[in-house]
């Protein structure tokens, strides 16, 4: 669900290393999730999707993994570059598939 | 292509003031449309949305409004701003998240009020 009211966890990791994102939902009919980056300033960008009849979605660079028993979500960097220091949130739909909610948010640091 | 714009960029306005953001999608009709507020260093808020013209949903109770008089434009309103109205707002669209597509966002509007 939103955790709009929290500070920004932050995960640290060192370029050319793999990075993980955890996200946890708690609307058991969502069907629909996606994982959004935003840059300082910007907004958000789409970056993978995933449907709830899947557990696993692969694009460049990025996995998103979905555990529907535990409403968890999870996106995988490879080989993590200094681009990809940002705010990384996931979001659910809800709602008749009308309303996108956002989680809280991680900011992802990559040290050179 | 479709592409969403959003203005002013940045605005600074008086306590009491009044507010009007406008945000415009061009590329694509009946989006759904959303207005989301982000506090510094926070999460997305979502304020409103919008399934069709006229149609407004608003998730949280505050002294703000928004309204779509045309189908590909959607505005957020205030009467009087309040300090805690501060924050950077976005506007986004998508074609119907239950079809598995996802929402596009606007570059967003720093708004101080002060």
């Known amino acids: 669900g939103e955790s709009v009211g929290l500070h920004l966890p932050t995960l640290s990791v060192q370029e050319g290393d793999n990075s993980i994102i955890n996200c946890a939902y708690s609307?058991?009919?969502?069907?629909?999730f996606i994982w959004y980056k935003q840059e300082s300033g910007k907004g958000p960008q789409f970056i993978i999707d995933?449907?709830?009849?899947?557990d696993k979605r692969q694009g460049q660079r990025v996995t998103v993994l979905l555990n529907k028993t535990v409403k968890h979500l999870s996106l995988q960097i490879a080989a993590t570059q200094p681009g990809d220091s940002a705010v990384y949130f996931c979001?659910?739909?809800?709602?008749?598939?009308?309303?996108?909610?956002f989680g809280g948010g991680t900011r992802l640091m990559v040290k050179p | 292509s479709q592409t969403i714009h959003q203005w002013p960029a940045t605005l600074v306005q008086p306590v009491g003031s009044p507010l009007s953001l406008e945000c415009t999608v061009e590329?694509?009709?009946?989006?759904?449309l959303y207005w989301y507020r982000q506090a510094a260093g926070r999460g997305l808020q979502l304020l409103f949305y919008?399934?069709?013209?006229?149609?407004i949903s608003s998730e949280v109770p505050q002294n703000l409004s928004a309204s779509r008089p045309q189908d590909r434009q959607f505005i957020l309103s205030s009467k009087k701003l309040l300090l805690s109205d501060s924050g950077f707002y976005l506007c986004a669209w998508s074609q119907g998240l239950a079809r598995g597509t996802e929402a596009f966002f606007g570059q967003g509007t720093r708004l101080t009020v002060v």
């Open positions: 919008s399934v069709g013209i006229g149609q």
């Open positions: 590329g694509t009709s009946n989006p759904n």
């Open positions: 995933i449907r709830s009849n899947m």
């Open positions: 979001a659910e739909t809800s709602n008749a598939g009308n309303m996108l909610t």
């Open positions: 609307n058991s009919a969502s069907d629909y």
